[in-house]
């Protein structure tokens, strides 16, 4: 099992940063890829950034060139650095982990990020 846990997230103005952190725990021998997911209110769970083990990272296409993923593997963590806040940028914020074998992912319980036009 892996147990992640995020933290950072808050109210902020349009144009503001914030840097989200994920913390991972328990057998982490098996897990590959980690990133950022977001849930906003009435949508679908949407991919935000992930980064692979090796530090190759990939990005939405709403958030390229505001976001950075950035990962720590000696801490087990994983980082998002928001800059140019827009408002449609307001959701739940959940970290990934995803195990290679047996395949599964993992999830954080989610952190609220809301940003004020």
């Known amino acids: 099992q892996v147990q992640l846990v995020e933290s950072g997230g808050g109210l902020v103005q349009a144009g503001g940063s914030l840097r989200l952190s994920c913390g991972a725990s328990?057998?982490?021998?098996?897990?590959?890829?980690m990133g950022w997911y977001r849930q906003a209110p009435g949508k679908q769970r949407e991919l935000v950034a992930t980064?692979?083990?090796?530090?190759?990272?990939n990005y939405a296409d709403s958030v390229k060139g505001r976001f950075i993923i950035s990962r720590d593997n000696p801490k087990n963590t994983v980082y998002l650095q928001m800059n140019s806040l827009k408002p449609e940028d307001t959701a739940v914020y959940y970290c990934?982990?995803?195990?290679?074998?047996?395949?599964?992912?993992?999830w954080g319980q989610g952190t609220q990020v809301t940003v004020s036009s």
């Open positions: 980064i692979t083990l090796g530090g190759s990272t």
């Open positions: 990934n982990a995803r195990n290679i074998l047996p395949p599964r992912d993992y």
């Open positions: 328990g057998r982490m021998l098996s897990i590959s890829d």
